[in-house]
């Protein structure tokens, strides 16, 4: 996954995209994302996420704009970890809420292009992906809403950088 998400970022860096960040009509899926290179993990140390992949998806069929996340965390570069949610516009823009009470993130313009992902109040939480070192009970981890770890600035990716779920 690494690998894949340094080849779009690249690409999107070399093309100069700098268009705000658009949400997906019916039907539509949109992906963002961002790799934090270990300079600048190097100079936040408190940071938690390595990796972010953000999708956005409006099915035809619901009027609801619905989110998956995937986070590769900076202690933890074996798992992905993962949530799913709606979003809804608010006050302050678009406001994603994980299933099951488990928190929430903004979505606002970055001004000079992408997207900011805003960590809200206690964060959000995080499971781990299944595989076969999988324990009994998913682990569960929270992207707190600390300073190291409040704002996350995302990059618009390829359509089909995203998997593309079916309702």
Not at 106 to 118: E, Q
Not at 124 to 148: I, N, S, W
């Amino acid at each position: 996954m690494r690998r894949r998400l340094s080849i779009a970022l690249c690409g999107l860096l070399a093309t100069g995209s700098a268009a705000a960040y658009d949400l997906p009509g019916p039907g539509e899926t949109l992906c963002y994302g961002r790799i934090y290179a270990d300079a600048h993990l190097q100079k936040n140390p408190d940071q938690v996420a390595r990796s972010i992949v953000l999708e956005l998806t409006r099915w035809k069929e619901y009027e609801s704009l619905n989110f998956w996340v995937k986070v590769e965390l900076v202690d933890d570069g074996l798992h992905n970890w993962w949530s799913t949610g709606a979003c809804n516009e608010d006050g302050k823009g678009v406001i994603c809420a994980v299933d099951c009470d488990g928190g929430s993130f903004h979505l606002a313009d970055a001004k000079d292009g992408g997207l900011l992902l805003k960590n809200d109040n206690e964060g959000f939480v995080v499971q781990m992906e299944c595989g076969e070192e999988m324990p009994e009970q998913p682990a569960v981890t929270r992207l707190p809403a600390d300073k190291a770890n409040s704002l996350y600035k995302l990059v618009r990716l390829p359509d089909d950088f995203c998997p593309s779920y079916e309702e």
